[in-house]
Nanobody, 122 residues
Framework: VQLQASGGGLVQAGESLRLSCAAS????????MGWYRQAPGKQRELVAD???????NYADSVKGRFTVSRDNAKKTVFLQMNSLKPEDSAVYYC?????????????????WGRGTQVTVSS
């Protein structure tokens, strides 16, 4: 199982970016999917997540500006980021709780993407 994120980049304050993260592999079910971020010198923090049923959860710092969504058929989670601020600059990581097969073994565990850099200039 792999998660492949894309969509990061360098933008100016007030602009938008859309991140995508697609899961691949022998996947039986994907439960909660989401995004974390980590800025230099800071701990990794939850940005937003979304359940398989579509219920979402956001960090207070991004409420009203970011929207998390998913396409279950494409095993993909998105993060639409509007009104970006310099303090949103970080490496963004996607994560998903995935039920998969590994030989005869049934696995139910979180997976992480490699991260994509988002830089917002003032």
């Amino acid at each position: 199982v792999q998660l492949q994120a894309s969509g990061g980049g360098l933008v100016q304050a007030g602009e938008s970016l859309r991140l995508s993260c697609a899961a691949s592999g022998t996947i039986l079910r994907i439960n909660t999917m989401g995004w974390y971020r980590q800025a230099p010198g800071k701990q990794r923090e939850l940005v937003a997540d979304i359940t398989s049923g579509g219920s979402s959860n956001y960090a207070d710092s991004v409420k009203g500006r970011f929207t998390v969504s998913r396409d279950n058929a494409k095993k993909t989670v998105f993060l639409q980021m509007n009104s970006l601020k310099p303090e949103d600059s970080a490496v963004y990581y996607c994560t998903a709780l995935i039920v998969s097969l590994n030989g005869d073994a049934l696995l139910n565990r979180p997976y992480w993407g490699r991260g994509t850099q988002v830089t917002v200039s003032s």
